[in-house]
């Protein structure tokens, strides 16, 4: 009974104790275009945050189509602490996206994977407006 119960307890604080797949990724606007920096808590956990990348996959229905990745790089970018990433070379258009990005802490001490859905749409002025999409908890 006693191997049972520690075995219980060691499954359940395991659970609680296992790092997220993916963490949330902060995305905002600037100079019209989406703008990704990794949360706040991952930021101030690091002096060194890196950009491993970033994919946009754009949702049409139920199905999802890669619009634009970022190119392997031998060295990493640094992420300014409190400041986003652009990429000016996107086509932004109207429409849902899912965005990945992958970022390295403290020359790649540590490696998280940050995912945000997002609607963009098109004010009277031409201007974006920025939706953030709810996913369903997995």
Known sequence: MIKITLACVLLVSGC???KPYFYPLDVVLKEN???FS????IQKK???LQNRGVSVTKITGKKGQ???QSEPQSTLPVIPAGECVSYPDINWQEGEYAIFMGI???NDAERYRLSKSIRLQKDKAG???LQEIR???L
């Open 127 to 129: 201007n974006f407006m």
């Open 38 to 41: 990794p949360p706040y808590n």
């Open 104 to 106: 390295s802490t403290n």
């Open 46 to 48: 690091s002096r060194l």
């Open 16 to 18: 609680h104790l296992e």
């Open 66 to 68: 890669t619009f634009w």
């Open 135 to 137: 996913q369903p908890d």
């Open 33 to 35: 275009m989406p703008c």
